[in-house]
């Protein structure tokens, strides 16, 4: 907790903005929530700008209405500048919106109406906010006459603008208020008019019913551009008398826009002629309400704008005659007398070396001359084809051999010393010592004509085991092979074999097969029967 002053005391902050933090405060005597405002120090510790505030401060505590953040004190504490303000419970029209979507048209109407009110009371008292943006209106909670809760809008932060219009800071940002809601004279720097606050409602208005503001960019100039030369687009959700209204607040010119009185009294007409429970009547008394939006005849000014024409100037003031000693730097400028005028080199003598010296063509000079010379077109012309690069071939000169010296030195035979005087390691001879780097020499073109192509080499034909290609061939060579064999193998077993015998008798494969074994068996027994008996005999 941080006092600020002799009556308040700081609890927590409730938002930061642009131009400084507002802080859940607490009345020391009497324990009341208050919401207190800390400007920024740039603000803050600049004399003049708190003795402009000083000045408006009776006009913002007396500014009284049920829309408007009531402005209770001013507190001035050193390096502190700050603002008291009753405390609005409820999140701002900003924050509300991005959380809960678009208004519908008839809420649109009927929350601009609220604000169209205030303005319309602080533009009676000579007081213009001129940065209208839904991040400056709070939404209170209050108690309807049904007893259900309703939404009551608040207008804050007026006088803001009156800061920000101070000399030290609209160096840095050229303009006052926030550029997607900035009128199009403020963005110029022409006189401003409670004008403004009616173009700000138009913007407020769009942005409630679309969810965005009607002119977006990349940047502030490219958003400031688009206030001052385009006009918005009509979304298709809008009905046509609350887009009348719109356009109307809208208008380039400041003339044409309506007063903030006449804009609040068209709103609530808009808004009982489009409601799904509208009458005829009231339908079309909204189709007619252009005839409601007039403009301020005396619209509210905003005072001490320095608008300084361009031809005017202030004279120059001359210093007295005073010692050095008291020479100010930020004093005005002081005129020389008539004995100190400029002075004059004398005239350079025509021999000089720099009157010999012609001055060359200007740099811009000679990059106009070079862009000019790239941007002629190409001319087509005959070109000799000894002068063609493309048909000549480079020839690089041969690199020069030894000198006859050279060649004479390794001609001759180095005698060697006896075995005995010899050294035990030998040192390689001295080899001279070429360049790492070669400097390369210069080639010489000169057209050449292509040697003539050798003829091609015949090489012997070799004789192929396959001169026909037919595809797949070696497989079917292979089968055809294994086919032939088993032929060969079948005609032999036929002719030679019991095979043919067989098929002849009709006996069966088994009855062939054990008489042909016994068969054997039985020549078999025989050869041995015969030889066994044939040896005791004979003996």
Same mark, same amino acid.
């Given at each position: 907790?941080?006092?600020?002053?002799?009556?308040?005391?700081?609890?927590?902050?409730?938002?930061?903005?642009?131009?400084?933090?507002?802080?859940?405060?607490?009345?020391?005597?009497?324990?009341?929530?208050?919401?207190?405002?800390?400007?920024?120090?740039?603000?803050?510790?600049?004399?003049?700008?708190?003795?402009?505030?000083?000045?408006?401060?009776?006009?913002?505590?007396?500014?009284?209405?049920?829309?408007?953040?009531?402005?209770?004190?001013?507190?001035?504490?050193?390096?502190?500048?700050?603002?008291?303000?009753?405390?609005?419970?409820?999140?701002?029209?900003?924050?509300?919106?991005?959380?809960?979507?678009?208004?519908?048209?008839?809420?649109?109407?009927?929350?601009?109406?609220?604000?169209?009110?205030?303005?319309?009371?602080?533009?009676?008292?000579?007081?213009?906010?001129?940065?209208?943006?839904?991040?400056?209106?709070?939404?209170?909670?209050?108690?309807?006459?049904?007893?259900?809760?309703?939404?009551?809008?608040?207008?804050?932060?007026?006088?803001?603008?009156?800061?920000?219009?101070?000399?030290?800071?609209?160096?840095?940002?050229?303009?006052?208020?926030?550029?997607?809601?900035?009128?199009?004279? /403020?963005?110029?720097?022409?006189?401003?008019?409670?004008?403004?606050?009616?173009?700000?409602?138009?913007?407020?208005?769009?942005?409630?019913?679309?969810?965005?503001?009607?002119?977006?960019?990349? /940047?502030?100039?490219?958003?400031?551009?688009?206030?001052?030369?385009?006009?918005?687009?009509?979304? /298709?959700?809008?009905?046509?008398?609350?887009?009348?209204?719109?356009?109307?607040?809208?208008?380039?010119?400041?003339?044409?826009?309506?007063?903030?009185?006449?804009?609040?009294?068209?709103?609530?007409?808009?808004?009982?002629?489009?409601?799904?429970?509208?009458?005829?009547?009231?339908?079309?008394?909204?189709?007619?309400?252009?005839?409601?939006?007039?403009?301020?005849?005396?619209?509210?000014?905003?005072?001490?704008?320095?608008?300084?024409?361009?031809?005017?100037?202030?004279?120059?003031?001359?210093?007295? !005659?005073?010692?050095?000693?008291?020479?100010?730097?930020?004093?005005?400028?002081?005129?020389?007398?008539?004995?100190?005028?400029?002075?004059?080199?004398?005239?350079?003598?025509?021999?000089?070396?720099?009157?010999?010296?012609?001055?060359?063509?200007?740099?811009?000079?000679?990059?106009?001359?070079?862009?000019?010379?790239?941007?002629?077109?190409?001319?087509? !012309?005959?070109?000799?084809?000894?002068?063609?690069?493309?048909?000549?071939?480079?020839?690089?000169?041969?690199?020069?051999?030894?000198?006859?010296?050279?060649?004479?030195?390794?001609?001759?035979?180095?005698?060697?010393?006896?075995?005995?005087?010899?050294?035990?390691? !030998?040192?390689?001879?001295?080899?001279?010592?070429?360049?790492?780097?070669?400097?390369?020499?210069?080639?010489?073109?000169?057209?050449?004509?292509?040697?003539?192509?050798?003829?091609?080499?015949?090489?012997?034909?070799?004789?192929?085991?396959?001169?026909?290609?037919?595809?797949?061939?070696?497989?079917?060579?292979?089968?055809?092979?294994?086919?032939?064999?088993?032929?060969?193998?079948?005609?032999?077993?036929?002719?030679?074999?019991?095979?043919?015998?067989?098929?002849?008798?009709?006996?069966?494969?088994?009855?062939?097969?054990?008489?042909?074994?016994?068969?054997?068996?039985?020549?078999?027994?025989?050869?041995?029967?015969?030889?066994?008996?044939?040896?005791?005999?004979?003996?």
């Amino acid at each position: 907790m941080r006092p600020v002053g002799s009556k308040y005391v700081l609890e927590e902050p409730l938002g930061r903005g642009a131009t400084g933090t507002v802080w859940r405060s607490q009345v020391r005597d009497t324990g009341e929530s208050v919401a207190i405002k800390v400007l920024k120090e740039e603000l803050a510790s600049d004399p003049d700008i708190v003795m402009r505030f000083l000045r408006e401060r009776s006009v913002l505590v007396r500014l009284t209405h049920p829309h408007i953040v009531k402005v209770r004190d001013l507190v001035v504490e050193g390096d502190l500048l700050a603002l008291v303000m009753d405390l609005v419970d409820g999140p701002d029209l900003y924050r509300y919106l991005r959380e809960n979507g678009p208004f519908s048209p008839v809420g649109t109407a009927l929350l601009t109406a609220a604000v169209a009110d205030a303005l319309a009371t602080s533009h009676a008292d000579g007081v213009v906010h001129r940065d209208l943006k839904p991040a400056n209106v709070l939404l209170a909670t209050v108690t309807g006459a049904d007893g259900s809760p309703q939404m009551h809008p608040m207008l804050t932060d007026f006088g803001i603008a009156r800061l920000a219009d101070s000399p030290g800071v609209t160096r840095t940002h050229e303009f006052v208020g926030t550029p997607a809601y900035i009128a199009p004279e /403020s963005a110029q720097g022409l006189p401003q008019t409670s004008a403004v606050d009616v173009y700000g409602a138009g913007i407020l208005m769009y942005e409630l019913l679309t969810g965005h503001a009607p002119f977006r960019g990349e /940047s502030a100039i490219e958003v400031l551009h688009q206030h001052l030369s385009e006009e918005p687009r009509r979304p /298709s959700t809008v009905p046509e008398p609350l887009w009348t209204v719109i356009e109307r607040c809208l208008r380039k010119k400041p003339d044409e826009r309506p007063s903030a009185e006449n804009l609040a009294r068209a709103l609530r007409v808009v808004a009982a002629g489009v409601g799904v429970h509208a009458t005829p009547a009231a339908a079309e008394a909204a189709l007619g309400v252009a005839a409601l939006l007039g403009p301020d005849p005396e619209p509210a000014t905003v005072p001490d704008q320095q608008l300084v024409p361009p031809d005017a100037a202030d004279p120059t003031q001359v210093l007295s !005659q005073q010692s050095p000693r008291s020479y100010d730097p930020n004093a005005a400028t002081s005129v020389l007398s008539a004995g100190d005028g400029t002075r004059v080199m004398p005239p350079m003598p025509d021999g000089s070396p720099q009157s010999a010296q012609p001055q060359g063509p200007h740099p811009w000079e000679s990059q106009l001359n070079a862009a000019r010379h790239r941007a002629e077109q190409t001319e087509v !012309q005959y070109l000799d084809p000894n002068q063609d690069p493309l048909r000549r071939r480079p020839r690089r000169q041969p690199q020069p051999g030894p000198s006859a010296a050279q060649q004479q030195a390794y001609a001759q035979p180095q005698q060697q010393p006896p075995a005995h005087q010899q050294p035990r390691y !030998q040192q390689p001879p001295p080899q001279q010592q070429q360049p790492r780097y070669q400097q390369p020499q210069p080639q010489r073109y000169e057209p050449q004509r292509p040697p003539p192509e050798p003829a091609p080499r015949r090489e012997p034909r070799r004789r192929s085991a396959n001169p026909v290609k037919i595809p797949g061939l070696g497989c079917l060579k292979g089968c055809m092979t294994v086919i032939l064999v088993l032929v060969v193998i079948f005609l032999l077993a036929w002719y030679v074999g019991p095979l043919q015998d067989w098929f002849n008798t009709g006996k069966g494969l088994w009855d062939s097969v054990t008489g042909w074994v016994s068969s054997a068996w039985h020549w078999v027994s025989t050869i041995n029967n015969a030889t066994n008996g044939g040896g005791p005999g004979g003996q």
